[in-house]
């Protein structure tokens, strides 16, 4: 994932921020990653240097293709993760090994990686159990005079 966002990095560089497209592994498209300066301070305490990293570029439909194929070996991917994983294999040289982690449990993509596998995976018995549970959230503007009223309104 890092060598997307390096990309997105140098478009930046280049004073190129773009709005973020949505894509099954958007928050891998941000042209103003926000947590740029963790990759930083990863760089500095490692003393790597930028130009060390690589980077790539894989479209929803290579993505989609790449979660059916590591899904055809046994493992069960999430879009962001199957990006991780094309990018090093087609990047890695004939000697070389390659690692790749994944962040995201494929649950929380299920939308996406049900139809992509064409079928409909269960849910982890931790997320299932309170799959059915009420949803509190409440939609806001941002007015801190109307989030003031709401918190006082639900105080308890």
């Known amino acids: 994932m890092l060598m997307i966002l390096f ?50 570029v894989v479209d929803d439909r290579m993505t989609e293709k790449t979660v059916q194929q590591l899904a055809s070996k046994g493992y069960i991917s999430e879009p962001h993760s199957a990006v991780a994983y094309l990018i090093l294999r087609d990047q890695l040289q004939d000697d070389e090994y390659g690692l790749f982690l994944s962040t995201a449990h494929p649950a929380k993509f299920k939308q996406s990686v049900d139809r992509i596998l064409a079928k ?15 949803i509190f959230s409440h939609q806001l503007p941002a007015d801190f005079a109307l989030l003031r009223k709401f918190l006082f309104m639900h105080a308890t």
């Open 7 to 56: 990309h997105a990095i140098c478009l930046r560089a280049k004073g190129l921020p773009n709005q973020t497209i949505a894509t099954l592994s958007n928050a891998m498209d941000v042209s103003q990653p926000n947590n740029w300066p963790r990759i930083e301070t990863l760089l500095q305490r490692q003393k790597w240097e930028l130009d060390e990293l690589s980077h790539g």
């Open 120 to 134: 409909t995976l269960p849910l982890p018995a931790a997320l299932a159990k309170r799959a059915n549970l009420p």
